[in-house]
């Protein structure tokens, strides 16, 4: 009688009899006989009964998520002496983990030969996708030690209920009775971070202001909010019909769609920040994350939306961050729509940054003249079927910065499209 990868023995009950019920619900599953000792002999229990009773309370005590329903006690006779035999099946909720420890690799165990180990953490990780699949928000946080003392007063601000019913529903408890990643976001203890910072000038040389934002996504939505707003100043006045107009640098409502955009969009499985930089003529809000899976760029221009974090997006919306899914493009440009720059959004496989330019208003004769110039550049595409950039400055006599803008703002209305890259590039008609 020798132990095997299914087969442990112990003499009497040991308190870390839980490691060894972990490791093979988490593996192939197996059996564990007490009574029997390592080498085999059989010692028998002398009250089965009171070790049978104290290996229950053991496992349903110290062993997250449930498991009983995965094991099987029995009092069985061998060589005429009593032995408990513990058979173990394979759970569905793994990983399972010692309550005191948590879900890290000194806590969850797997079955290794004759040796119950810790796991490693991308055994643990890759437990963890297959119990619950890809889905980032739904996936059982590594993290249960949470607080949502933030998250409590944003939902009590709202008038709505945050009890345990609502964070099941909410998807903030799973149904293994865990908190999800959706949950560690919302908590005070989100490991997601903010990069914020302030530039003198145009470029990424000279810092101005710094700032890291942390804690749960409520908090740094309305500590990164306050920076902005504290940078976006008063520009000078304009008198129309002998009311005072104020108007700040930035659209207000388009800094705060872009911030939500990147708050709801952005993939919490990669690790990184999410920046947000300030320039003398720019503020950049870049996050993690190119588009989903057979979304195109002109799908979210038009206004379609495909949401990365649904549960997420779902409780921005109950809390009225958001009004509606797939209006914050939209909303951006609306509030562009009488300036002179206009805002640029970029993807990348990994990344999606949008641009906001300093705000300056158009008056009717300078729109006149850019439309004009733009009906100039679709002529000559026309003529000559594609163009360059240097033949737009030519044809144009324009300056490199004045070509760049107006070609940059046709391909955005998808008035022309941009072929090739880097030296290569030339516009033809849009489809």
């Not at 003499?11 to 490791?23: G, P, T």
């Not at 976006?232 to 002998?242: A, D, E, F, H, T």
């Amino acid at each position: 009688m020798k132990e095997t990868d299914r087969i442990e023995y112990k003499r009497q009950f040991v308190n870390d009899l839980n490691k060894e019920i972990i490791a093979f619900a988490n593996t192939k599953g197996g059996e564990i006989l007490i009574g029997i000792d390592n080498d085999g002999s059989v010692v028998g229990l002398s009250d089965i009964e009171a070790v049978e009773l104290q290996c229950i309370n053991h496992i349903t005590s110290t062993i997250r998520p449930d498991v009983m329903m995965f094991v099987r006690l029995e009092r069985v006779k061998v060589e005429e002496k009593d032995v408990l035999k513990l058979t173990i099946n394979k759970g569905s909720m793994s990983p399972y983990y010692i309550a005191s420890k948590g879900i890290r690799p000194e806590g969850v165990y797997v079955r290794q030969g004759t040796a119950s180990i810790p796991a490693t953490e991308t055994a643990i990780l890759s437990m963890i996708r297959e119990t619950t699949g890809d889905s980032y928000e739904e996936t059982r946080s590594l993290r249960q030690d949470l607080t949502f003392i933030q998250a409590d007063q944003e939902f009590l601000n709202a008038g709505l209920a945050f009890s345990e019913a609502q964070k099941r529903s909410l998807g903030i408890i799973g149904r293994d009775n865990c908190y999800t990643n959706l949950a560690l976001l919302l908590s005070d203890q989100c490991e997601h971070k903010i990069k914020f910072a302030v530039f003198a000038g145009a470029e990424k040389e000279i810092f101005q202001d710094r700032s890291e934002f942390s804690g749960s996504l409520f908090r740094q939505l309305n500590d990164l909010l306050a920076a902005l707003d504290h940078y976006n100043r008063l520009s000078s006045p304009k008198i129309q019909s002998y009311k005072r107009t104020d108007i700040r640098d930035y659209p207000t409502e388009a800094l705060r769609e872009a911030v939500l955009n990147a708050f709801i969009h952005r993939d919490y499985g990669l690790s990184g920040y999410t920046l947000v930089s300030v320039f003398d003529d720019r503020i950049e809000v870049l996050s993690l994350g190119g588009l989903m899976r057979g979304v195109e760029m002109k799908d979210i221009m038009l206004g379609v939306s495909y949401l990365r974090n649904k549960r997420l997006a779902e409780i921005f919306y109950r809390l009225h961050f958001i009004e509606a899914y797939g209006t914050g493009i939209s909303k951006i440009k609306r509030a562009y729509e009488k300036c002179k720059e206009q805002p640029v959004f970029e993807c990348s496989p990994n990344a999606f940054k949008v641009t906001l330019p300093k705000m300056v208003v158009v008056d009717n004769a300078e729109n006149v003249a850019r439309n004009e110039k733009k009906e100039m550049i679709l002529s000559l595409i026309r003529k000559s079927g594609a163009v360059t950039r240097a033949d737009v400055e030519k044809e144009l006599n324009i300056s490199l910065p004045t070509a760049i803008r107006l070609l940059s703002e046709m391909v955005q209305a998808e008035e022309i499209r941009r072929v090739g890259s880097a030296r290569n590039i030339t516009y033809t008609i849009a489809d």
